[in-house]
């Protein structure tokens, strides 16, 4: 198989086309700049994890649905059957672990924000005193 | 040449890219001459691993299928558990990675059975390169054994058991040299001999018909197609979203929706259901037929060593859109010029208006991506660049 970079059609110039468009839109105002951040806060980077307290609730309610393609309607209301008859022991545990998940995300940020302004002081403290290494102690907690 | 494909999971009615291609290159070599078995377990769905199919010894296609039951049922517990702790951004240990392969499928008969298999074949090929049937089947007998890993840039890709299992073989063969760059980089100077060998493809007969299946799914309107598992880890959901966002907000008064054929649950965002028009798994011919009746194949996945869709795409006469930060659909689209690449919802929606409004390049770059798919990756090419790979890395 060869590796020639000479591609058949220029694709590249077309996507240039379209980045150039975008931009002349985007400074236009041309986009629904709501819709796209609510999908930048969901989607964007792709491989970024949502937000800690996003995740943090268990949801005990999930689509039902079933691969069968003969009674799939009978399993889908066996599962609904299932999943009331069960509801009085799950959902207490579930809020239990909500409110655990919750609470530890709350901690996690106050922890971020402490050292934020923990590493914020010793860079300012540092800056003020060129050469002079920082006090071992650290600056005081805010 | 007496050839053995190791798969977790074999059959026509089983979706996925993998197993598409172990079906496809096993079937063209039988048709072509050679001896080929296929070792494989009872299974059909990766999530389940319940043995649904029965164990034993028959011939489909002209190759002989030997299925062996699961012997280790997954523990979906402990797999929460393990995937819960990934999610969370922590590494697992060696004992942890073990357990997580352990859970993709054991069968002891099929890994009992690699040895005989050696001894009567001329060469084992194992596929994908996460599961337990080629993690614990390579080391039966290595000097036999090449891999086609399918490679994603992915945790699995650095658990070191599996790293292990990829410096073991006689050789890898890769889908394609995005593929093959990123094992190189995961794998460094301890990578085994290796060559891109590739999917095939042939012309399809008789040519898709987007006006057939218009004519029996009338009202349509404008169409994406996408093809494959409708799950988050190919993007599905970001595909809907950004036909949402093209046809709700941007071009309103040209909006398209979503024709999707595969398995998965096609579940998308709330704002994005009404769009999506769910056609389950179908034919082979009737997703080409979608995919000739469509605007462009959308393929938003970051997951692909090859990309089964949006080559079929070009023989449908489609275009494709795939996403910038896939290395593997972007060097297709780039080097193929069968489409282009976007990062975002606004230029999602500006490659739609363009294939939207401008038939002329529309039709040119699915021509481009045609001669490119059957140039590199036509059966005659594929077929002797493994045949010739299989004879370099596995001698007698």
């Known amino acids: 198989m060869t590796e020639s970079p000479e591609p058949r059609f220029d694709a590249a110039a077309v996507v240039a086309e379209i980045k150039a468009t975008v931009a002349r839109r985007r400074a236009a105002g041309d986009y629904p700049q709501d819709l796209l951040d609510r999908l930048e806060a969901e989607f964007a980077p792709i491989d970024a994890e949502p937000p800690l307290e996003a995740q943090a609730p268990l949801e005990t309610v999930r689509p039902l649905v079933s691969g069968r393609r003969l009674g799939g309607r009978g399993v889908v209301f066996a599962k609904r059957l299932i999943r009331r008859s069960v509801a009085w022991y799950v959902r207490p545990v579930t809020e239990d672990q909500t409110r655990f998940n919750f609470g530890v995300v709350r901690r996690i940020y106050d922890l971020e924000a402490r050292v934020a302004r923990l590493e914020a002081a010793q860079r300012g403290g540092a800056d003020q005193r060129p050469g002079v290494p920082p006090s071992s102690s650290g600056p005081e907690e805010a | 040449m007496r050839l053995g494909f190791i798969v977790p999971r074999y059959g026509r009615d089983i979706v996925g890219g993998v197993e598409t291609l172990v079906r496809d290159q096993a079937e063209h070599l039988a048709a072509a001459g050679h001896h080929v078995e296929v070792l494989t377990t009872c299974a059909r769905s990766h999530y389940t691993w319940r043995n649904e199919l029965p164990a034993g010894t028959r011939v489909i296609e002209g190759v002989t299928v030997h299925r062996f039951t699961v012997t280790r049922p997954r523990d979906h517990g402990l797999m929460a558990n393990l995937h819960a702790r990934m999610d969370a951004g922590f590494d697992l240990d060696a004992e942890g990675q073990r357990v997580w392969v352990e859970n993709t499928g054991y069968s002891d008969d099929l890994l009992g059975a690699i040895a005989p298999a050696a001894d009567r074949l001329d060469a084992l090929l194992f596929a994908p390169y996460l599961f337990a049937s080629t993690v614990f089947g390579v080391a039966v007998r290595p000097e036999r054994s090449i891999v086609i890993p399918c490679l994603h840039d992915e945790v699995y890709a650095r658990f070191g058991v599996i790293q292990d299992a990829l410096r073991a073989p006689a050789g890898l063969m890769f889908n394609s040299p995005a593929e093959m760059r990123l094992a190189e980089r995961l794998l460094g100077a301890s990578l ?199 004879e370099r890395m596995v001698r007698r």
């Open chain 2, 192 to 390: 085994p001999e290796h060559q891109v060998v590739g999917c095939g493809f042939a012309e399809p007969s008789p040519a898709p018909s987007g006006e057939a299946w218009r004519s029996r799914h009338r009202g349509q309107g404008d169409l994406i197609a996408y093809a494959g598992r409708r799950e988050r880890a190919k993007n599905f959901p970001l595909l809907a979203s950004w036909v949402a966002a093209h046809s709700v907000a941007i071009a309103a008064a040209r909006p398209v929706r979503l024709a999707t054929v595969g398995s998965g649950p096609a579940e998308a965002p709330a704002f994005a259901r009404e769009l999506v028009l769910d056609l389950g798994v179908v034919s082979q011919e009737e997703k080409l037929e979608v995919m000739a009746a469509s605007l462009a194949v959308g393929q938003l996945s970051l997951n692909e060593s090859f990309s089964y869709a949006i080559a079929e795409g070009w023989l449908s006469g489609t275009p494709a859109i795939v996403h910038a930060g896939c290395a593997v659909t972007r060097e297709h689209c780039q080097r193929g010029g069968g489409g282009v690449w976007v990062e975002s919802a606004e230029e999602f929606s500006e490659a739609v208006s363009l294939f939207q409004n401008d038939a002329a390049i529309r039709a040119r770059m699915a021509a481009s991506g045609r001669e490119y798919i059957l140039d590199e990756y036509g059966w005659p090419a594929v077929l002797s660049r493994l045949l010739s790979a299989v």
